[in-house]
């Protein structure tokens, strides 16, 4: 089983700033990494798969990259919609999430 | 528009049993495998359960094992989540979720599960 490990668990941003997450996996999974993101009271949405591609109407801000046992999620200017719950997954072997990252305003 | 509308959710006493259901619109159902994906009260997400295009695969995570059965009704563009012997620790909102080569690229607004006495 491949488990996903995301860090930080909180991270606190100011609007406008730039935000990096991080995820990373026990063993490697390739490039079959996607990240969602879950305002409150939301479903889950997806925002990148394949590691680094953007979702249908994802806005430009959202970039994904890495491969193997690390990724990252980076969201250049953070606007006030974007603070959120932020979960990767892996699907190289199996199904499975990580424990999330919770952005919120500094 | 693709669109996944859960229904079923409720309290149920533990060991009792529920049945979810999913009705799509807006794509082929037939064409995508699908997959429920549950959270907890205020946890992280976690799949439960995939199913093939025509039904003939299941796959299922380990703690649901036995307890769990994912079904489809192609004809009607329903999917299914049998659920028996259920247990306090399987109080969640479960979305229904269509897979699209392993990632899960729309979601239903989810039916929550409470499994209380």
């Known amino acids: 089983e491949r488990v996903m490990t995301q860090s930080p668990a909180t991270l606190s941003v100011s609007p406008g700033e730039r935000a990096t997450l991080s995820c990373r996996a026990s063993?490697?999974?390739?490039?079959?990494l996607a990240w969602y993101q879950q305002r409150p009271g939301q479903a889950p949405r997806l925002l990148i798969f394949g590691a680094s591609r953007r979702a249908t109407g994802v806005p430009s801000r959202f970039s994904g990259g890495g491969s193997g046992t690390e990724f990252t999620l980076t969201i250049s200017s953070l606007q006030s919609e974007d603070f959120a719950v932020y979960y990767c997954?892996?699907?190289?072997?199996?199904?499975?999430f990580g424990g999330g990252t919770k952005v919120e305003v500094k | 528009e693709v669109q996944l509308v859960e229904s079923g959710g409720g309290l149920v006493r533990p060991g009792g049993s529920l049945r979810l259901s999913c009705a799509v619109s807006?794509?082929?159902?037939?064409?995508?495998?699908m997959s429920w994906v549950r959270q907890a009260p205020g946890k992280g997400l976690e799949w439960v359960a995939t199913?093939?295009?025509?039904?003939?695969?299941?796959n299922y995570v380990e703690n649901v094992k036995g307890r769990v059965t994912i079904s489809r009704d192609n004809a009607r563009n329903l999917l299914f989540l049998q659920m028996i012997s259920l247990r306090v620790e399987d109080t969640a909102v479960y979305y229904c979720?269509?897979?699209?080569?392993?990632?899960?690229?729309?979601w239903g607004q989810g039916a929550l599960v409470s499994v209380s006495s």
């Open positions: 199913i093939k295009r025509d039904g003939s695969e299941n």
């Open positions: 979720v269509r897979l699209a080569g392993g990632h899960f690229d729309y």
């Open positions: 807006g794509f082929t159902f037939s064409n995508y495998w």
């Open positions: 063993q490697g999974v390739s490039t079959n």
């Open positions: 997954q892996q699907y190289n072997q199996g199904l499975s």
